[in-house]
């Protein structure tokens, strides 16, 4: 999809990640209370504004500093995953 920007997404910093790996973001996570829903459901809020799903890696940057480690990946939208039908 076109439409959608590249997630952007500080993380702790590991060497987990590849470029070109796909990664699975849920924004639930990240909304007070769970306000977001879960992307992958048709009734929710993310999957309504077409937040989360699986991404492709395409940059992976990491930082080091004394007593701090950090990865920043890069990434642009490829799927909401499975979809769960509404019930």
Known sequence: ???KPP?????FGNDLNT???I?????????PL???GDPQDQSSLSYLLGFGG?????LIDHSMTPGDYTT???A???SRGFVKANS
Request: hydrophobic letters at 50%; glycine letters at 12%.
């Open 7 to 11: 997630l952007m997404v500080d993380l």
């Open 1 to 3: 999809v076109s439409g």
């Open 19 to 21: 470029l070109g790996g």
């Open 72 to 74: 920043t990946v890069k």
């Open 23 to 31: 990664i699975y973001f849920n924004p639930d996570s990240l909304s």
């Open 54 to 58: 699986l991404h492709l890696i395409t």
């Open 76 to 78: 642009r939208f490829v």
């Open 34 to 36: 769970g306000l977001l």
